[in-house]
């Protein structure tokens, strides 16, 4: 797992909404598409979508998530996923407006690549309430949210505090 690749990530999709941006993309990647997929789920982002290095057609761009459908398709005209072009597969991302206002207006890390963070679930569930735990500050806000990579996937954190499950702490967003 790369948090380069990761905070790099961040910061574009924090700039790209700034910038008021209808659609970007991001590199593929596991990592990249599970907390994609969960930003949609929270209702940061609007659609996910992964296809080459140009934009996919406005028709393969479903803004509705659909759980009995497989998660990522591959547009039509896009060629299945080789070796040989692996590496310029992207995630295009349809970002998400309110009242004129980006949903998405602060994403940041938490762990960084020198520094990861690592907590079991009793101080995850204190970031939860809202206190502190450690070097990182507990959520505050109405509309921020704070993902964790465990054993059983990348998670929201009030989800890890209700599994009762601990992890390294990837991101931190603060939405509208």
């Known amino acids: ?10 910061s574009h999709l924090q700039n790209a909404s700034l910038a008021r941006l209808g ?6 990647t596991n ?23 140009t934009p996919p057609p406005p028709s393969t761009l479903n803004p509705v998530l659909d759980p009995s459908e497989p998660s990522l398709q591959l547009s039509p005209s ?6 040989a072009n692996v590496s310029t597969r992207r995630l295009w991302v349809g970002l998400k407006y309110w009242n004129n206002e980006p949903v998405l207006q602060k994403m940041g890390m938490v762990s960084k690549p020198t520094r990861r963070i690592w907590m079991g679930f ?3 569930e204190a970031l939860a309430k809202g206190r502190r735990s450690g070097y990182v500050r507990g959520l505050r806000g109405i509309g921020e949210s704070m993902y964790v990579t465990t054993d059983r ?11 009762k499950t601990g992890g390294m702490l990837l991101c931190r967003i603060n939405g509208v």
């Open 23 to 28: 659609l970007t993309s991001i590199p593929s």
């Open 122 to 124: 009793r101080e995850l």
């Open 78 to 83: 896009e060629p299945a996923i080789t070796q």
């Open 1 to 10: 797992m790369s948090l380069v690749n990761l905070a790099h990530c961040c």
């Open 153 to 163: 996937g990348l998670m929201e954190l009030r989800e890890c505090a209700e599994r």
């Open 31 to 53: 990592l990249l598409h599970t907390l994609m997929l969960q930003l949609q789920r929270s209702g940061y982002i609007t659609s996910v979508t992964i296809g080459g290095p």
